[in-house]
């Protein structure tokens, strides 16, 4: 599996810190199931995707908003929108 040295050394790259000693057992069992869907045999099923010709998609049309849209915010105040505290 993946070295306690080889998470730490990516979670400083990502610039997270690790105080939680779980998070490596979190990690192993994250690989873990990783490692379960490779090796589960897919290569060999067929993707069906539904193609659909340029002439059918609709055409773009811009419609220009004749109002300051910035103004119509709920938090806007003055030169900044006011947005949830991020944790």
Request: no cysteine; net charge negative; glycine share 6%.
């Amino acid at each position: 599996m993946v070295s306690r040295k080889e998470i730490e050394h990516v979670a400083k790259l990502m610039r997270i810190e690790i105080d939680d000693p779980t998070i490596y057992e979190g990690v192993d069992k994250m690989i873990g199931y990783f490692d379960i869907l490779d090796s589960a045999g897919v290569e060999s099923e067929e993707i069906s995707a539904r193609e659909i010709e340029l002439s059918n998609l609709r055409e773009d049309k811009h419609i220009p908003f004749g109002e300051k849209l910035i103004e119509k915010l709920n938090h806007y105040k003055g030169t900044y929108v006011r947005a949830p505290k991020m944790v």
